[in-house]
């Protein structure tokens, strides 16, 4: 399997990648803080409710203080299975993961708050809608960083 095979793996579910990649420990590692915070959280209810439009609700049922370490973990198993398999050969390659983590976390906490097209979106919807800047702003500076 290629780096991307698994990157894609993780992204389905942190720690699938790492368990393809040999590395047991971590990927148990990662799937025992996914069932942790999923659970903590209520993430799975709170997907759900998103999914209904009960958007109001999201708000009520997350446990934010448990849901703000999901995307640090989220992303940084996504790149950890992306690297251990051999695709993190350009220098500041990490900087994408990194701030799609910043970004969705900030989304998280400001996802009561900032109203898309005057509706609120959620613990869910918003906070996804935030990997995008991060995505293409770690983009932007791995890009400025490799002129140097």
């Given at each position: 399997m290629n780096p991307?095979?698994?990157?894609?793996?993780?992204?389905?579910?942190?720690?699938f990648g790492q368990l393809l990649n040999g590395k047991y420990v971590k990927g148990i590692l990662f799937i025992f803080l996914e069932f942790?915070?999923?659970?903590?959280?209520?993430?799975?209810e709170v997907i759900m409710l998103s999914f209904n439009g009960e958007i109001e609700k999201t708000f009520l049922r997350t446990e934010f203080?448990?849901?703000?370490?999901?995307?640090?973990?989220y992303f940084f198993a996504m790149w950890d299975a992306y690297k251990d398999a051999g695709g993190d050969?350009?220098?500041?390659?990490?900087?994408?993961?990194?701030l799609s983590a910043y970004f969705v976390t900030v989304?998280?906490?400001?996802s009561a708050k900032i109203k898309?097209?005057?509706?609120?979106?959620g613990?869910?919807?918003?906070?996804?809608?935030?990997?995008?800047?991060?995505v293409f702003i770690g983009i932007l500076i791995k890009k400025v960083l490799r002129r140097e």
């Open positions: 991307k095979e698994k990157l894609l793996w993780s992204i389905a579910f942190p720690g942790m915070i999923n659970n903590r959280s209520h993430f799975n203080q448990w849901l703000m370490f999901y995307p640090c973990v050969k350009e220098p500041y390659s990490f900087l994408p993961f990194v989304g998280l906490m400001l898309v097209s005057g509706m609120l979106l613990t869910v919807w918003f906070p996804m809608l935030c990997v995008i800047p991060g």
